[in-house]
T-cell receptor, first 115, second 114 residues
Framework: KAGVTQTPRYLIKTRGQQVTLSCSPISGHRSVSWYQQTPGQGLQFLFEYFSETQRNKGNFPGRFSGRQFSNSRSEMNVSTLELGDSALYLC??????????????FGSGTRLTVV | AQSVTQLGSHVSVSEGALVLLRCNYSSSVPPYLFWYVQYPNQGLQLLLKYTSAATLVKGINGFEAEFKKSETSFHLTKPSAHMSDAAEYFCAVIYNSGNTPLVFGKGTRLSVIA
């Protein structure tokens, strides 16, 4: 069974640009969550999608957005990149109805560097 | 805000020694608790989870954790550390029956000395 796939694995962007990251969940999983990981702030929740609807949202500026498609694949977009957006972005999937019993399965992440 | 606290950002043990990584949650209502491990340049891997079925939870790679409501704790242990256990460990919690997102502690980096 394929795991959670995130593309690309590494990305270098310039300040002011925008970036789109992609996540394909485990087959059958309909919930996708995104996290930002930095050395200073640790793992911070960005947003969660289920059936193409945003279910929860973290405390991030509007430059961070996401969406989910009908096949459960998800993308997140960061516009007007800042140096502080450099981080490892992790995607996690779960069968929503069993999150509390199942937990989340994480992808390997996309390492974004903003220069 | 409800949170989870990991005591000690860095723990160092000798190979073969007991591993103890501490985690405390902040809620009067027992949450759902998880431990994840992260190896360098990788995502997070689930070690074990507490979902109220049993207070002593056994996970992968010889790790286990005990849920103690009186202490609001969910510490992770392993009787004998192996070099391959060196990694970052995260305690995480879901409150409110899964209607809120998974919240992580700051993480504890485990070093194993030969």
């Amino acid at each position: 069974k394929a795991g959670v796939t995130q593309t690309p694995r590494y990305l270098i962007k310039t300040r002011g640009q925008q970036v789109t990251l992609s996540c394909s969940p485990i087959s059958g999983h309909r919930s996708v969550s995104w996290y930002q990981q930095t050395p200073g702030q640790g793992l911070q929740f960005l947003f969660e999608y289920f059936s193409e609807t945003q279910r929860n949202k973290g405390n991030f500026p509007g430059r961070f957005s996401g969406r989910q498609f009908s096949n459960s694949r998800s993308e997140m977009n960061v516009s007007t990149l800042e140096l502080g957006d450099s981080a490892l972005y992790l995607c996690a999937s779960s069968p929503l109805t069993a999150i509390t019993n199942y937990g989340y399965t994480f992808g390997s992440g996309t390492r974004l560097t903003v220069v | 805000a409800q949170s989870v606290t990991q005591l000690g950002s860095h723990v160092s043990v000798s190979e073969g020694a007991l591993v103890l990584l501490r985690c405390n949650y902040s809620s009067s209502v027992p949450p759902y608790l998880f431990w994840y491990v992260q190896y360098p340049n990788q995502g997070l891997q689930l070690l074990l989870k507490y979902t109220s079925a049993a207070t002593l939870v056994k996970g992968i790679n010889g790790f286990e954790a005990e849920f103690k409501k009186s202490e609001t704790s969910f510490h992770l242990t392993k009787p004998s550390a192996h070099m391959s256990d060196a990694a970052e460990y995260f305690c995480a919690v879901i409150y409110n029956s899964g209607n809120t997102p998974l919240v992580f502690g700051k993480g504890t980096r485990l070093s194993v000395i030969a």
